[in-house]
């Protein structure tokens, strides 16, 4: 019988393999089976439709690059998306209330070991966790600062004015990161859970494929914070070809 070189260790590469990661919980009770689509569920609530979404909208607010009109053209589009309050809590908010507050009772049963362990997955599990509290009190707060407080009408002007506060700026800037950064991970995780990285080779492809997926995300949120915060439109160049 052939054995194969673990990607990141010995108990590191079995456990991924059987995507369970339960050497990040030592000490606590093995899960019951009827918690095993929950936690399939989680995963792939991280993904879709929370993650799909987050890549969307940053996509959405990349059009404050090209100018404050196309922003707010943008912007006024997914104001008036027919349906939108429905749509909003079966696809976005009940998806994330759900991933996070699974997300919180894994974490609050698990024990995190990563000055004894200090494995690469390990440290994914520590990364992801932190990540996710910074970006769940992100998103509430960005919700209601965004949502609510505008009655659902932000403008460019609104958001520009809010990113001069210095606090504001400083925790989008947080804020997004986090995001980012969780969304890699959870990538990375969800092949190894799903059993679609089981392999040595695969789990390191997962492994590159969530970094990959951070960084692109991370510097185009916080390309689109920065340049809010001093009015910059880079891609202003698009409308000057058109003249």
């Given at each position: 019988m052939r054995v194969t070189r673990p990607a990141f260790s010995d108990a590191d590469s079995v456990l991924l393999a059987q995507g369970e990661l339960r050497e990040f919980m030592a000490g606590s009770p093995a899960q019951t089976d009827h918690s095993f689509l929950l936690r399939k569920l989680h995963s792939l609530s991280g993904l879709i439709p929370v993650g799909a979404?987050?890549?969307?909208?940053?996509?959405?607010?990349?059009?404050?690059?090209?100018?404050?009109?196309?922003?707010?053209?943008?912007s006024y589009a997914l104001q008036t998306v027919p349906w939108r309050l429905p749509l909003e809590i079966c696809i976005i908010w009940l998806p994330i209330l759900y991933h996070a507050f699974y997300g919180f009772y894994v974490w609050n049963r698990g024990k995190i070991n990563v000055s004894q362990y200090p494995w690469v997955g390990n440290w994914m599990f520590t990364l992801q966790r932190w990540t996710g509290l910074i970006a769940f009190f992100f998103l509430g707060w960005h919700v209601y600062s965004e949502r609510f407080l505008?009655?659902?009408?932000?403008?460019?002007?609104?958001?520009?004015?809010?990113?001069?506060?210095?606090?504001?700026?400083?925790?989008?800037?947080?804020?997004?990161?986090?995001?980012?950064?969780?969304?890699?991970?959870?990538?990375?995780?969800?092949?190894?859970?799903?059993?679609?990285?089981?392999?040595?080779?695969?789990?390191?492809?997962?492994g590159y494929l969530g970094v990959g997926v951070a960084l692109v995300l991370l510097v185009m949120s916080v390309t689109i914070v920065v340049c809010f915060r001093f009015g910059w439109h880079p891609l202003d160049y698009y409308l000057q070809a058109q003249k």
């Open positions: 979404y987050m890549a969307d909208h940053i996509w959405e607010n990349s059009y404050s690059l090209v100018s404050s009109g196309k922003y707010n053209e943008a505008t009655h659902g009408k932000s403008t460019y002007d609104i958001v520009f004015q809010s990113m001069q506060n210095p606090y504001f700026f400083g925790f989008f800037l947080l804020g997004v990161s986090a995001c980012s950064i969780h969304l890699g991970v959870g990538i990375w995780n969800f092949l190894c859970k799903w059993g679609l990285a089981a392999t040595v080779r695969s789990q390191r492809a997962a």
